[in-house]
């Protein structure tokens, strides 16, 4: 079956960084458009960023300039580099497989941005 497993997360000063890693498994990785999203505390879950088949990458825009995401299909594996991180970006991150936030995901890792 599917399985994404988020790895990564962690306490961090504002302006710092964290690289999330995702591990895919139970489906054909290098043939599905991934994503990340994101669930901040009494909030709705949000798209974050995604990277196509061929590797076209896609950003909300709040996050653009700061985070980016990339595959490797050798590897079976999804990442997030998220730089200049904001108290803001304080949030469960799910990685998932698919454009949208309906799509399945993984059991998501904290991020937490706090001086």
């Known amino acids: 079956q599917v399985q994404l497993v988020e790895s990564g997360g962690g306490l961090v000063h504002p302006g710092g960084s964290l690289r999330l890693s995702c591990a895919a498994s139970g489906f054909i990785f290098s043939s599905s458009h991934m994503s990340w999203a994101r669930q901040a505390p009494g909030k709705e879950l949000e798209w974050v960023s995604g990277?196509?088949?061929?590797?076209?990458?896609y950003y909300a825009d709040d996050v653009k300039g700061r985070f980016t995401i990339s595959r490797d299909n050798y590897k079976n594996m999804l990442f997030l580099q998220m730089n200049s991180l904001k108290p803001e970006d304080t949030a469960v991150y799910y990685c998932?497989?698919?454009?949208?936030?309906?799509?399945?995901r993984g059991q998501g890792t904290q991020v937490t941005v706090s001086s």
């Open positions: 998932l497989r698919g454009s949208t936030v309906q799509s399945t």
């Open positions: 990277i196509s088949v061929g590797g076209t990458t």
